[in-house]
């Protein structure tokens, strides 16, 4: 075995925790970059590329079992030079080399393992390897030593599969559309277009074939909450109640939409995915009854769970929704919020090597925390049976994940609720998860996009105090001196790699919303300005669409599109529903035709795949249906709200200082007007009034 060449462990002073974590391994990690492959070049080496992030429970499991080993180690340094990514800090580079994993195996996931010839070229790769040989998934040390030999000796073998994957990871990234022509915009708006409504419908009766009578949601276990899906559903159910469904049909008899909304947050807000002593959501959950999650806390979650219950309570009355949104903001304000600004990105599911052992309770475990509890409290016996804590345990060695019987309330009587702040006072004194505390910019703004939107449907003050200040502080920390925005950034330490297309997507939305939310305009130009740099940067003028990385960024072995709708929705579906909000405001064409640009990119799924491009199905609607502008010149706070407290889901807000923008031009202030396809209604200064007019153009 030939040493390892001057190598050592290089991850001590990056940004990423994740990166950090594995600085003290005995492998000779460095980060992505060109050091690594020219170093790979020079030894005649391949390069084993290692991505994860730092929330990742089986990414931790591979950790402990192969990089922590010197052995494990040995082989690595001698044979290859390996090379660990943060997925959260470089989406760009994730997204090709998982292309490549699921283009050679079917599938992919985290941690991912490729093995690239020094020119980045991926020929090989899996997700988790075990450390000893299983029946179908050879160990870490078999796969070493079996491409190790491969590369020694069958170097041809090696290259030509290198050039197979490479063309077919180009192949399957090199989406491309009709562009933001006129065929696209007649078929999403004007004469013989889409019928409003018909998407929606369509999305409806795919999700009913997938969706879960007895526990809500789609599809099996694992189960994610995917609210995007959610959105959609609630964004009919309000076209259905509106009467405003395809071509003016009846309504369909395939499916209710607010049916499976209702199960769906219901099972969610009951299931132990949910919180109930902190709030907030895990990233998924491992049975198909939301029981069990996998326990770690994504920030991203929060965003799209924290919309999705607040267009639920606001579409169906029902209070127990608004109360799961509450403790959704409280939990990451109290425990995600960083005091310099920014969010972190996500909480571990391990803690005190176990994982969910900061969660999960036992009968004795209660009975001690609610000893000595004050008069009015709850004894044990009833909280255990509250919460579904047994003696067999829901979970592992006997513990119980909290969770109420689907369909009971969610809050108890005065004395049970007393006993919930208890165990959570006991809770803070275990050792919690580890947070990862690097700010990303997208997940950022998402949160401030869906705050900013509580905040104004609510009333809470403090709600829109903090959205601004979470703006503020991407504002300034995000972005480099020239104005460039950035990936992500942790405190105390500087901002680092660029910014990909699905930050500046969500950075629009959620300088719309705060205009929206606020009346001031410095927002609302803001929001134009990072559009305008969303289409210089990122924009295929040919194909229609965004790449993921901006024409400045680092040239991988394909240029991406981010399309797809996963854990979060796409950049392209973002960035063409934000788009076609911000040109209703502004009245900037440029925005619409980028947005029906995305539009042609996935049309064909549209048609026949709609729930993998919800993001983008919500946009399309919008163009085909038209948006609602609602705008009150001033500072009349009551005609605001009423405005603000209700769903309009096609509707936009521009109230308080004028933007320059045509809605402003030559409006009286003080009244409302309230305009549809370029046709206002008479202005209205009475609140009731106003609301009688929302109400007649939502039917």
Known sequence: MSPSIGAVNRLADETSPYLRQHAANPVDWQPWGDAPFAEARRRDLPVFLSIGYSSCHWCHVMAHESFEDPAVAELLNAHFVPVKVDREERPDVDAVYLEAVSALTGSGGWPLSVFCTPER???FGGTYFPPRDRPGLPSFTTVLGAVADAWATRRADVLAQADELTDAVVARTALTGEGAGTDTRRRFGGAGAVPPGALLEGAVEELARSFDPDHGGFGTAP????????????NAAAARRAGRGPSGAARPAAGDPEAMVVATLDALAAGGIHDHLGGGFARYATDAAWSVPHFEKMLYD???????????????????????????????????????????????????????RFYVWTPDEVAAALAGAPPGTAGPDAVSAFFGVTDAGTFEAGT????RPPGAPLTGTDDVEAARAVLARARAS??????DGKVVTEWNAMFVSALAEAAAATGEPSWATTAVAVATSLLEHGRRDDGRWLRTWLPGGSARHLACAGDYAWLVDAFTRLGELTGDAAWTRLAVETADELLERFLDPDGGGFFTTGHDAEPLIARAKDVLDGAVPSANGTAALSLVRLGALSGATRFTDAAAGVVALVEPLLDRHPTAVPSTLLAAELLAGGTTEVVVPGRRRDLVEVVQRRWVRDGVLAWGEPTGAPLFAEREAGVAYVCRGSVCTLPVADPEALARRLDEVAS
């Not at 189960?223 to 609630?234: D, G, R, S, T, Y």
């Not at 799209?304 to 109360?323: D, M, P, S």
């Not at 119980?400 to 969770?403: D, N, P």
């Open 430 to 435: 275990r050792a919690r998860p580890a947070r």
């Open 302 to 356: 929060q965003a799209g769970l924290l919309r999705a219950f607040l267009h639920g309570w606001q579409v169906t009355g029902r209070h127990a929704y608004r109360w799961v949104a509450e403790r959704i903001v409280a939990y990451v304000v109290g425990d995600l919020a960083h005091q310099a600004g920014g969010l972190s990105a996500a909480e571990d599911a391990d803690s005190e090597g176990g994982e969910g």
């Open 121 to 123: 070229r991926p020929f």
């Open 223 to 234: 189960k994610f909450p995917q609210p995007v899906l959610l959105e959609v559903l609630l």
């Open 400 to 403: 119980s994940v909290l969770r």
